[in-house]
Structures are given as C-alpha cells and as structure tokens.
C-alpha cells in the first residue's frame, strides 16, 4: 500500500480515500473537493505508469465525467475509487452522470442528516440500521461485482426499485478487474454517519422507512413526522417510528406477531390488509435491545412449533428439539439431559399418558403439545390452595392447540389467543363453537 504523500502536503485538509487500481498499485490518497475527475487522473497517472487519458475513475458503478468536481460525487471519508486503465473503446451510449442511481426513491447524494431542501423540506435519504452505531442512521448506496466483490464495475442501468437493489443479479455490469469477466452487480449500503472499514457490510438496509417528504399522517396518532414507516400494503399505510415501536411492543407481549414460513416471524399492516406482511425482519431492530432480544426467541420457538418440534419440560432448560415425528420417547440432547414423553411432557414412561385429574389420555396429540403440571409438585408451589382452585375453574385448554385460556367474564364464545391456531370454540362444550352453543348457552 503506497501513500500518497504529494496530496497530504499540499491539501493538509481534505478527503482521504483509497485509490484501488486493476495493476496492483494501491494508493491512500488526501484530495482537494474542489479538483475535477481529471485533475485526479493527471495526479495519479504517474504513480499509476501510464497517461492520464488512459485512467478511467469509476465510483459506485458509475464512469466518472472529467469535468466532474470531487464535491458532487457523494465521497465520503475514506470511500473508495477505483483506477483502472483503458483497455477498449465502449461501444454504444457512455454511462456517466452522477454516481448514484437516480431513479430509486430515495436517491438522492446522502448529505447531512438534518440538511433540509428548499422552504425547509427535509431531504430524501437511505436508511440502514448500523451493527457499528448500534442505531438506525442514514445510508449510503453502494455496488460492486457479484463475482470478484470488487467495485470497479459500470452498471448497464440505474436500479428503479427497491427489487432491483435487493434482489440479487438483478443488473447486468461490465466488471473492470483484469481476470475476472463478471457480468452481474449487486448492491449493498455503507452507513453515512461513521467512517466504515473497507468492504464493512454493517449496514443493513430499511427499505421501509422513509423520509416524510408528503408530510403524511401516521395513522395512529395522526402526527406527521419527519421519518414514517410505510408498509407493504396496497394502501401503503403510513405509522411514526414511535407508534410502530409501541405497535410490535403490545403484539410482542401478547404474542400476537404471526410466523410466516417465508418470512419468519412478523407483524401485518394494523389496519388488516392483505398481503402486508413485513417481509424485512430487519425493521425489528428498530425496538429495544431487551424487545429484540425477546422477538429472537419468541421467532425461535415459533418455527420449532411450526416445524414439529417441541421443548424440554425442565425448568431453566426449554431446549428446543426437533425429534422425529413418530418418536415419543425424546432425550434433551446438547441440553439438561431429560428423557421425557412428548405426549404428556413428564418423565418417560410405558403404557397411556395420565391427565393431571386421573384420567387417560390418548397419545394422539397436536404439534403444539398441552402444557401439563405434575400434581406433587404443583403442591409444593408457592401459590395458596384458594390460588390453586381459582386456577382450575378460570382455565381451560384450547381444544385444538391445548393453550391454557382464561376466561374473565363476557359470553361463552371463545377465540384461541395463539396467532396460529385462532380457533373458536365453546367454554362450556369444549368444542367448536356451533349455533347450538349460541342458541343454548351463550350468555349461560
């Protein structure tokens, strides 16, 4: 790696970037803002062996202009250009202009996060969540090779949706790096608010977080922020950041949030449309570490149920297993250890399940298992006999799912709270709810 130190004596203050070319010459460069792509070819040129009007500077998948200035190009600190030498004539319409795509919503070259437009309107920007920042924070769009991972690629087009960005081999490219003869781009994001490592990928892109240039209400406190989350319905209903983190909170905590087996485990448009499920897991990092933390496992149990799966009955274990589905016998292996029945969820045994009153049971069960209470240790619990009674007549299992349901008054149609069953049965039959249980007993 050559220093570039003819550019840091004469411009003390300015943009340090690295210089990345095709013949293995890297360069760490400090350039003035106000030179033009040319005057940075006829510096490099010799450091590089051959004339200036053989270099060709390419930045974010874009030819740069001669006459381009280094101030419109979006460089940040510590970006990266790359130098690589002429070695044909491109046929057809040259790809320049400004290095980023121009037809993506948010498009626009990343400026400072609280520069506002004219008449004070704030500007469109990417946003990312930074693993570095721990932090949603204004990004920058970035795009290279899918085959050598290098930068030094001309994009046969602008990207003009979010598909095209992230969808891979989306865009065809011609890549620039002697040997490699990669002819697909992909794209990814930096964050704009630190200066990242070379090739960091810290910055996972929020799609649906926008700037509020339509000064759009959210829906639920009917503010108009600044920054909205606009989801995938065809309404494209629109929520602040702050309603949306209250709205995955209280569907966390009752464990309202729906598994997809696509999209894994995720809230829909609370309006209810159709298909506005959020496809981008990612947005659930814009809660708190104690609330994503809690989605993570509440997500991981959910596809061990989906999936056949159960957990260990001990306490302070729950290690999820994945036996096979005709095996009732399961060991918690890599766990604590316990051997236990799948149908009753006690210490294995031979011969028919016993239910907590008694009475058989039939091994024939649900994927999601009954949650079941061994009696002698239930006596030794904590909670007094009137709890304990108070307990046995306000609960009863689903029918379906067997998740412990409480009933605190109201008629005796009854709606499984568990996302994925939703089953509408009856509290006095124990079956599904029928017109004969409305005509019968529904305010019994």
């Not at 829909?268 to 104690?290: G, V």
Request: hydrophobic share 35%.
């Amino acid at each position: 790696m050559q220093a570039f130190g003819f550019f840091r004596n004469k411009v003390p203050v300015g943009l340090h970037v690295n210089v990345r070319t095709n013949t293995g010459v890297n360069i760490q460069a400090v350039l003035d803002p106000n030179w033009s792509v040319n005057e940075v070819k006829e510096k490099i040129a010799p450091k590089l062996g051959f004339p200036a009007s053989e270099v060709k500077i390419i930045f974010a998948g874009k030819e740069l202009d001669d006459s381009f200035k280094l101030s419109d190009c979006d460089l940040g600190q510590q970006s990266i250009l790359h130098a690589v030498k002429v070695v044909r004539v491109s046929s057809g319409n040259q790809a320049t202009g400004i290095p980023l795509p121009t037809a993506l919503a948010h498009s626009l070259p990343v400026m400072d996060s609280n520069q506002q437009g004219e008449q004070g309107r704030q500007i469109p920007h990417f946003y990312v969540y930074c693993s570095s920042c721990k932090k949603m924070c204004v990004g920058k769009l970035r795009v290279r090779c899918a085959h050598c991972k290098e930068g030094a690629i001309i994009v046969s087009r602008d990207p003009c949706s979010w598909e095209d960005v992230l969808t891979p081999l989306q865009i065809p490219g011609t890549c620039e790096v002697e040997g490699c003869g990669g002819d697909s781009v992909e794209f990814f994001f930096k964050c704009a608010e630190h200066v990242p490592s070379v090739d960091s990928l810290d910055a996972l892109p929020l799609n649906l977080v926008k700037s509020n240039t339509r000064d759009v209400p959210c829906m639920a406190c009917f503010d108009v922020q600044d920054l909205v989350l606009v989801f995938p319905c065809s309404s494209a209903h629109v929520t602040c950041l702050d309603c949306f983190r209250t709205y995955c909170q209280s569907l966390l905590q009752e464990r309202q949030f729906t598994y997809d087996p696509v999209h894994g485990y995720s809230v829909p448009c609370p309006a209810k449309c159709d298909n506005s499920l959020i496809r981008d897991t990612h947005h659930f990092k814009l809660l708190s570490a104690e609330l994503y933390a809690r989605y993570q496992r509440f997500g991981a149990e959910e596809f061990v149920i989906a999936s056949g799966g159960t957990f260990c009955p001990q306490p302070n274990c729950g290690m999820g297993l994945m036996p096979h589905p005709d095996c009732r016998r399961i060991t918690c292996e890599h766990g604590c250890g316990f051997v236990f029945c799948r149908d009753c969820r006690q210490g294995y045994h031979i011969g028919e399940c016993e239910r907590t009153d008694g009475s058989e049971c039939s091994s024939n069960t649900d994927d999601r298992q009954a949650y079941r209470v061994d009696p002698e240790r239930a006596a030794a619990a904590r909670w007094d006999e009137a709890s304990a009674i108070s307990i046995r007549v306000l609960t009863k299992p689903c029918p379906k799912c067997r998740t412990p349901t409480e009933r605190d008054g109201g008629c005796m149609h009854m709606t499984c709270t568990w996302p994925q069953c939703g089953y509408h049965w009856c509290w006095v039959c124990q079956n599904e709810w029928t017109r004969d249980c409305m005509a019968s007993h529904w305010f019994a």
